[in-house]
């Protein structure tokens, strides 16, 4: 069995959210949809083990050059995608046909801050955002893949947060 840590949306300039180091011990993966921000944070977590990434949208001019938009990456005898931006909208239906387009058993996706494990013909898993939440709590997901099957579930890392940006100044206040 291969365990997958997937995070998304760290948004940050230095460091690691709480928790992160020790959840990496125990993956055999690390899997970033995109959104680290800086390559600070890149790199920290590229020291914690093997790390599959993508670029979001708010991520340095930098991991923009080095990382791509999309990835696909083979876990056993699972496929699993890797994108920053997956739909647009209130529904999943286009994650849905974007793992399709990219012929992937798995979709990882950011963007939307909010935590999702969703399995209709492919399974969606969006980690949600270990430091920036919206309308959840700080979260990341893990993936358990046995040969051809894969369970993921969302571990929250604390308490929810209705606001993200009162979350945000409240970090920027522990500085």
Do not use: W
């Amino acid at each position: 069995m291969t365990r997958v840590l997937a995070l998304s949306d760290t948004h940050l300039e230095e460091g690691l959210p709480p928790g992160i180091e020790q959840m990496a011990d125990g993956a055999d993966l690390i899997v970033h949809a995109g959104d680290f921000v800086s390559m600070e944070v890149f790199r920290r977590l590229s020291g914690l083990g093997r790390l599959e990434a993508v670029c979001g949208n708010s991520d340095s001019p930098q991991l923009k050059k080095l990382l791509p938009s999309r990835r696909v990456i083979e876990v056993e005898e699972v496929r699993i995608g890797l994108v920053h931006r997956a739909f647009q909208g209130q529904d999943l239906v286009g994650a849905e046909m974007m793992a399709r387009e990219m012929e992937v058993d798995v979709l990882v996706f950011g963007h939307i801050h909010k935590p999702v494990v969703e399995k209709g013909r492919k399974l969606l898993v969006c980690p949600g955002s270990p430091t920036l939440p919206r309308l959840s709590a700080p979260s990341v997901a893990i993936l358990d893949v046995d040969g051809s099957t894969v369970a993921g579930k969302i571990i929250p890392l604390g308490r929810p947060v209705c606001d993200y940006f009162r979350y945000a100044e409240s970090l920027a206040e522990k500085k």
